[in-house]
């Protein structure tokens, strides 16, 4: 993790960057030219070579199964984030939104 320093690493500019990379307990603030708050376009940044960044696996899945990407850190952990789900009133939850939150729950392991 220490040699990230030395990379350019493309920056998502809507977190913190020690938060960006690292873990809780180990972070690691980088610097890199290129900030910007979109990860599709840190995704083609980085396919381009202007650096590594650290995005979501549904944004880089495509672009690692066409080898386009390399993953680098592999087996490192890596800081998760929350999602939460804001609704109306506990007391009733339609169907369709019960069903989103399931849903997320699911694919993204929360």
């Known amino acids: ?46 396919k381009q070579g202007v650096g590594i960044v650290a995005l979501p696996r549904f944004i880089v899945t495509k672009a690692l199964q066409q080898g386009d990407l390399l993953e680098i850190l592999q087996g490192c952990p890596v800081r998760r984030e929350s999602v939460y789900a804001v609704r109306v009133s506990r007391n009733y939850t339609p169907r369709k939104v019960r069903e989103a939150i399931e849903f997320f729950q699911r694919e993204f392991d929360f």
């Open 1 to 46: 993790m220490a040699d990230l320093k030395q990379h350019q690493c493309l920056h998502y500019s809507l977190i913190s960057r020690a938060s960006e990379w690292g873990t809780a307990a180990n972070p690691v603030e980088t610097h890199g030219r290129l900030s910007v708050n979109n990860g599709e376009a840190l995704c083609e940044a980085a």
